[in-house]
């Protein structure tokens, strides 16, 4: 059969980048997505699922939007490529003007690459350049999260919070790259409980730093609320907190908004759920609901001008695909319809119910050790044993089999220790339902396969 013929194709000449090399024949997953309606996606079988995690925790308007095809089409025909490092087109400078109008406070200035991973790296080298232009190049040191992800290019995975895996076959890493615990109050590494701690995890940053010494370090980057350590919200303290620890020391705020950006948190930036204006903040996925590859990293106006004027220096930093036009073309036709539609309102409105409905299963299921979630950008945590939070092994075959079972039912997400939950924003309520009521179910057969 033709079908047959592309999987034994995709095993012999496709590397998926999370799967052992020749997966479409050797494992269960042989899904092919061919197309997509809104909250769901259908396979080359014609089996239709609804999409638990946006694709990759990017496809915000959902899928199938003619709108976002057509302006790519016109912008292709019109002109497909200039010049990203001299030569501004028309939908750069557009969507640019867009971008520094939607983030808060004066972040005005927009560098664009092509996906999350560069726009940290692009973050990172910002900050080094911006330092050593006034004079401090000492400061090279950029502190991280432990468990949080900001990508796969060297920069990035140096300073992202994950050691185990990374160091035995790519370090040594980045020099200079320091972490520090997140904000997981359900599993806190300081053994202490919210709020009497006062939010030491915080204070512990300030604490490095000084051990560092302040003048040695460059940046803090984090995401407001960290998808990869499993959908943690951070206390309301924690981010304030840390923009006055930063500003106390001199030191560059990063926050990675490549997840949280363009309305996934029930606000069109996660950084705006308490007031926290970052000097530089790096953003994709959303920005074209993977239309197109797209990112960006926008920073405030004292980094520009340090870039900018007659005396300014270049960024030595350039990336062919940065501005690309038919990409910015699909990034400002998908940021009309997130705007004209309301889903950042629809995404803090069905957020709210999804995580009502999540708690409710939370006080039926077993399994379920921990709830958290802000707008549609949920987790649920599981546990093999409530009282000990004693957590499943990440890539084990107990989460293998909730996936599948999910599958079975008519639903695509990702779990590892969480099971995922971030829909499309265009989600509504019965489609929340229906999600929910299929959970319910998935989990079900995996306490009875588990024996709770
Ligand atoms: N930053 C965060 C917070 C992410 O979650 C990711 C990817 O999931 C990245 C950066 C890297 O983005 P990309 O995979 O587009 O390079």
């Not at 000449?13 to 809104?38: F, N």
């Not at 960006?296 to 870039?307: E, K, L, N, S």
């Not at 910015?328 to 629809?346: G, W």
């Not at 000990?388 to 220790?417: C, M, N, S, W």
Request: charged share 20%; glycine share 8%.
């Amino acid at each position: 059969a033709p079908l047959e013929a592309l999987m034994q194709a995709g095993a012999s000449h496709l590397w998926l980048h999370a799967s052992p090399i020749q997966t479409l024949v050797t494992q269960a997953d042989r899904r092919i997505l061919v197309e997509g309606r809104g909250c769901r996606v259908t396979d080359a079988q014609g089996h239709t699922y609804l999409d638990a995690l946006s694709g990759q925790w990017l496809v915000n308007v959902g899928h199938g939007r003619a709108e976002i095809a057509e302006a790519m089409a016109r912008q292709a025909k019109a002109l497909a490529y200039g010049n990203a490092s001299r030569a501004a087109t028309l939908p750069a400078i557009q969507l640019a003007a867009v971008l520094a109008h939607l983030t808060p406070g004066d972040l005005s200035t927009v560098f664009f690459s092509s996906g999350g991973s560069e726009a940290v790296e692009s973050a990172l080298k910002i900050a080094r350049q911006y330092h050593a232009l006034r004079g401090e190049p000492e400061r090279y040191k950029v502190i991280a999260r432990r468990g949080s992800y900001h990508g796969a290019t060297y920069g990035a995975m140096s300073a992202s919070g994950s050691r185990s895996g990374v160091d035995s076959y790519f370090g040594p890493l980045l020099s200079g790259t320091l972490s520090v615990s997140a904000p997981y109050c359900y599993r806190c590494d300081y053994r202490k409980t919210y709020p009497e701690c006062d939010v030491y995890c915080v204070d512990a940053i300030e604490d490095l730093l000084r051990y560092e010494s302040p003048n040695t370090v460059a940046a803090v980057i984090a995401e407001p609320v960290s998808a990869a350590c499993g959908i943690v919200v951070p206390p309301a303290e924690y981010l304030p907190r840390l923009r006055e620890i930063c500003d106390r020391h001199g030191v560059l705020l990063i926050l990675d908004e490549v997840i949280t950006g363009f309305g996934r948190t029930g606000k069109m930036f996660a950084s705006e759920h308490w007031d926290v204006v970052p000097d530089i903040m790096t953003l994709a996925k959303g920005l074209s609901s993977g239309y197109a590859p797209i990112a960006a990293t926008v920073c405030r106006q004292p980094i520009a001008d340090i870039f900018g004027g007659a005396n300014g220096k270049a960024i030595g930093h350039l990336l062919t695909f940065g501005g690309q036009p038919v990409a910015c073309a699909a990034a400002l036709a998908n940021l009309d319809i997130l705007q004209r539609e309301n889903l950042v309102r629809n995404a803090e409105q069905q957020g709210a119910y999804l995580l009502s409905r999540l708690h409710d299963l939370a006080s039926r299921h077993p399994s379920v050790g921990d709830v958290r979630g802000l707008g549609l950008l949920c987790a649920l945590e599981l546990v093999t044993d409530r009282r000990t939070q004693q957590p499943f092994p990440v890539d084990g075959p107990e989460i293998h089999y909730l996936l599948e079972k999910l599958a079975e039912l008519g639903v695509l997400t990702r779990a590892e220790g969480n099971l995922y939950l971030a829909p499309p924003l265009c989600i509504e309520r019965h489609e929340i339902d229906e999600l929910t009521g299929i959970v319910d179910t998935a989990l079900s057969h995996f306490e009875e396969a588990h024996s709770y």
